[in-house]
């Protein structure tokens, strides 16, 4: 079992940085590719970013790449979203994940969620 706890969402305004924060529990968080996803209001849930288990390959959705960066530090099992440029439809709730499966895109390829932490950009 993983537990998992967002942390650093909260209102910004557009052209701004958030960085969000993972911080998990359980076991050895390098086990686990780690994933980033969100949700905005009436909207599915939709993939951001992934990190592999050792950190060493990343991937990003087409609408967060080259403004969002995922890291990871296993010794403090806590993985890293760093928000910058944001825009208002990057608002939603974020959500991180641990799943088995390398870097996947799809939320059935991870098996824990954490809570969420909400994200709000304005105008």
């Known amino acids: 079992q993983v537990q998992l706890a967002e942390s650093g969402g909260g209102l910004v305004q557009a052209g701004g940085s958030l960085r969000l924060s993972c911080a998990a529990s359980g076991r050895t968080l390098s086990r686990y590719a780690m994933g980033w996803f969100r949700q905005a209001p009436g909207k599915e849930r939709e993939f951001v970013a992934a990190v592999s288990g050792s950190g060493g390959s990343t991937k990003y959705a087409d609408s967060v790449k080259g403004r969002f960066t995922i890291s990871r530090d296993n010794a403090k099992s806590t993985v890293y979203l760093q928000m910058n440029s944001l825009k208002p439809e990057d608002t939603a709730v974020y959500y991180c994940?641990?799943?088995?499966?390398?870097?996947?895109?799809?939320?059935?390829?991870?098996?824990?969620w954490g809570q969420g932490t909400q994200v709000t950009v304005s105008s």
């Open positions: 994940a641990a799943g088995f499966l390398g870097l996947g895109a799809r939320s059935d390829e991870y098996n824990y």
